[in-house]
């Protein structure tokens, strides 16, 4: 098993939204699920 040395925080999240889709980059997100080689975040309820 690889570990990353990256942690994915909402805070990086965001950071991507913003230079990808700007008009997404304002909503929450919570981290919605995870395995050993991904993760999938949400937006959540504002």
Do not use: F, K, Y
Request: proline share 7%; charged share 25%.
């Amino acid at each position: 098993m690889n570990h990353t040395e990256d942690e994915i925080t909402a805070e990086l999240m965001r950071s991507l939204l913003e230079d990808q889709h700007p008009d997404l980059a304002g909503r929450p997100v919570q981290l919605g699920a995870h395995g050993w080689d991904n993760q999938m975040w949400r937006p959540c309820a504002a």
